[in-house]
């Protein structure tokens, strides 16, 4: 076979997913399970991880020569020195309400887009109620940790939502003046090396001594890599929101575009508020794959809808009192399902025009991930509205992340 190989670790909002490549990037091994409790207990976090690393194969385990994790974005835990939490994990959604004071205080963050569940009002929150001699770390930050039986450390992408900066490569000054700046990690950029796996982990787990642990990303930028796309690929994420991704040379600076920076490489995305949530909310998915068979993609629906969850907007246009418009509603489930489809498409279509427009030449062909990748129907619908190539994916964060610690095992040499 192509030795070595290269791990990949995401923890998801329901369960872990582990997966292997080799160095020709073909995906050789993965493996899931669930959490037994759910996304706030840092004790399914280990065991999940402890569970699929011990069920590796044996030839594949000793020749793992590097390492990399992913998280939820924004999902928070608070430990003390020697990394042993002191109180559940809060997860990304929730959003501290009684916060908000805190955050109003704070000038450069009051009015941006950290101000709502961003990782800074979890921050306040849990040092108000633990004190500031704590570490807060995110979840991919606490379990890299984990391996290295060290958690000084935090990945770059994993914290712009507590104020670190990718182009200053400083944290918001806001967040410097802050009495809890010493809870936050020293950055290691996506890609570098972390460390090596500590040797208590690598006999328990049977793992080998000098796995190379590598800074990973989040979440969503692994979904990303998982596709592998060339530099003429877009990505888009077709999950609760509308997200389109793009490697780009540098940030895109415009209202509603997020630039991260993922082993090396700038990847710009503009996240809408419409998106397949709004699918859920009138259909089953159950129903979804039944009335999607039911559409002609080929010809339009004649239905103009607006499929916003809530008022406002924030990409491709940025309109905070755009108003939903779900309505009338046809009497054929099939046909209002199809005007929905459509009406999130063209969303995405003005989307891959903005981006021209702010000069990141249209992608030649689009790989499509998440719960809408599923669907053949509006693959067809979206190719007919775009005017351009789409390709269905099922690829997993896990590969990404994975292939990731394969690149930069390469880059380390
Ligand atoms: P996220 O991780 O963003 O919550 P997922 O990628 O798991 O989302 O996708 C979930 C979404 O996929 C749901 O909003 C659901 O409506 C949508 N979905 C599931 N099946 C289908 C389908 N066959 N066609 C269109 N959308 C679907």
Redesign the pocket.
């Known amino acids: 076979g192509s030795l070595p190989l290269a791990l990949g670790i995401d923890l998801g909002?329901s369960g872990v997913r582990i997966a292997i490549v080799n160095r020709n990037k073909d995906l050789i091994y993965t493996s899931s399970v669930n959490y037994e409790n759910n996304l706030e207990d840092y004790h399914d976090w280990i065991n999940s991880c402890e569970k699929l690393i011990r069920e590796i194969p044996k030839s594949f385990k000793s020749n793992l020569v590097a390492c990399s994790v992913d998280g939820t974005s924004g999902t928070i835990i608070a430990c003390d020195f020697q990394g042993d939490p002191i109180s559940k994990a809060v997860p990304y959604h929730s959003n501290c309400i009684d916060e908000t004071k805190g955050i109003l205080k704070l000038s450069t963050i009051k009015n941006s887009s950290l101000e709502r569940y961003s990782s800074i009002r979890k921050a306040l929150y849990l040092t108000n109620k633990y004190g500031c001699d704590i570490l807060l770390r995110h979840q991919a930050d606490w379990i890299t940790g984990w391996l290295l039986n060290n958690w000084d450390l935090g990945e770059e992408g994993n914290n712009i939502k507590l104020g670190w900066n990718l182009l200053s490569k400083t944290w918001l000054k806001d967040v410097q003046n802050l009495e809890w700046r010493n809870c936050l990690p020293k950055i290691i950029s996506s890609g570098n090396l972390f460390g090596t796996v500590s040797s208590s982990i690598s006999k328990r787990l049977d793992l080998p001594r000098n796995l190379k642990v590598f800074a990973g990303t989040t979440d969503s930028n692994a979904a990303v890599l998982a596709v592998n796309p060339s530099s003429t690929d877009g990505v888009t994420v077709?999950?609760?929101?509308l997200v389109i991704k793009r490697f780009v040379n540098g940030p895109i600076r415009s209202h509603g575009i997020t630039n991260h920076l993922v082993g090396g490489q700038w990847l710009s995305g503009g996240a809408s508020n419409t998106?397949?949530?709004v699918?859920?909310r009138f259909f089953s998915?159950e129903d979804?794959?039944e009335l999607?068979r039911q559409i002609n993609p080929e010809i339009d629906s004649g239905l103009k809808l607006m499929p916003l969850m809530i008022k406002g907007e924030r990409f491709p246009v940025n309109d905070p009192d755009l108003e939903p418009i779900l309505g009338p509603r046809p009497t054929s489930d099939s046909l209002y399902l199809h005007g929905l489809l459509e009406s999130i498409a063209r969303i995405e279509a003005q989307g891959w025009n903005k981006f021209e427009k702010l000069g990141i030449k249209a992608p030649q062909r689009i790989i499509t991930i998440?719960?809408?990748a599923?669907?053949p129907q509006?693959r067809r619908i979206r190719e007919r509205i775009i005017g351009i190539p789409i390709l269905s994916s099922k690829k997993q964060p896990a590969e990404g992340v994975a292939l990731l610690a394969m690149q930069s095992i390469h880059k380390s040499l």
């Open positions: 909002t077709l999950g609760s929101t998106g397949a949530a699918l859920r998915d979804l794959i999607s998440g719960g809408g599923r669907n509006w």
